[in-house]
T-cell receptor, first 113, second 112 residues
């Protein structure tokens, strides 16, 4: 069965620290990969996505993610976080054949000013 | 901008009541989804629909049903609400099978 795992449930960083959130998925076929973000009091929105091509994708607000097919991973990174990055982050792989999208458990990021 | 509107932000219902959660999108998307969001569990798919009058079960359909009579509207129905259905419910829509999801602001349901 298709599954996804986010390694960190709660991350606390100081401003300017670097961020890496881990995401591993189980599906071995064609996969599309997404990271969504939910800022406090706001609706979920797309941060970045990978469909094909360059495995290093860039999203909004300086975020990037790297698709490593051999490791079934799609980790999210940001070189220097800001207080405004405080949010919950969800990794979401989509089965490229069925279109079914599943979400990870989410990682709560708290950035201290 | 795509707009997904959920009719109720907060609801409080009693056990056994019938509950309707309404969702409307304004971008002519074929696909619509209902998720529930619980702390530590992420988002879990309840039902989705790829077309009018069409529905597919997600991962946790038990206790829920859906209705899609018009393309822009997707309703989630709890026939007899129970306390374990207290949760945040999120509606989303997408264009095509691979399109990104656009989410509503959520409906927080409390069942007493």
């Amino acid at each position: 069965a298709q599954s996804v795992s986010q390694h960190n449930h709660h991350v606390i960083l100081s401003e300017a620290a670097s961020l890496e959130l881990g995401c591993n998925y189980s599906y071995g076929g064609t996969v599309n990969l997404f990271w969504y973000v939910q800022y406090p009091g706001q609706h979920l929105q797309l941060l970045l996505k990978y469909f094909s091509g360059d495995p290093l994708v860039k999203g909004i607000k300086g975020f990037e993610a790297e698709f490593i097919k051999s490791k079934f991973s799609f980790n999210l990174r940001k070189p220097s976080v800001q207080w405004s990055d405080t949010a919950e982050y969800f990794c979401a792989p989509r089965n490229g054949n069925t279109g079914k999208l599943i979400f990870g458990q989410g990682t709560t990021l708290q950035v201290k000013p | 901008d795509v707009k997904v509107t959920q009719s109720s932000r907060y609801l409080v219902k009693r056990t056994g009541e019938k509950v309707f959660l309404e969702c409307v999108q304004d971008m002519d998307h074929e696909n619509m989804f209902w998720y529930r969001q619980d702390p530590g569990l992420g988002l879990r798919l309840i039902y989705f629909s790829y077309d009018v009058k069409m529905k597919e079960k997600g991962d946790i359909p038990e206790g829920y049903s859906v209705s899609r009579e018009k393309k822009e509207r997707f309703s989630l129905i709890l026939e007899s609400a129970s306390t374990n259905q207290t949760s945040m419910y999120l509606c989303a829509s997408s264009l095509g099978v691979t399109g990104e999801l656009f989410f509503g602001e959520g409906s927080r349901l409390t069942v007493l």
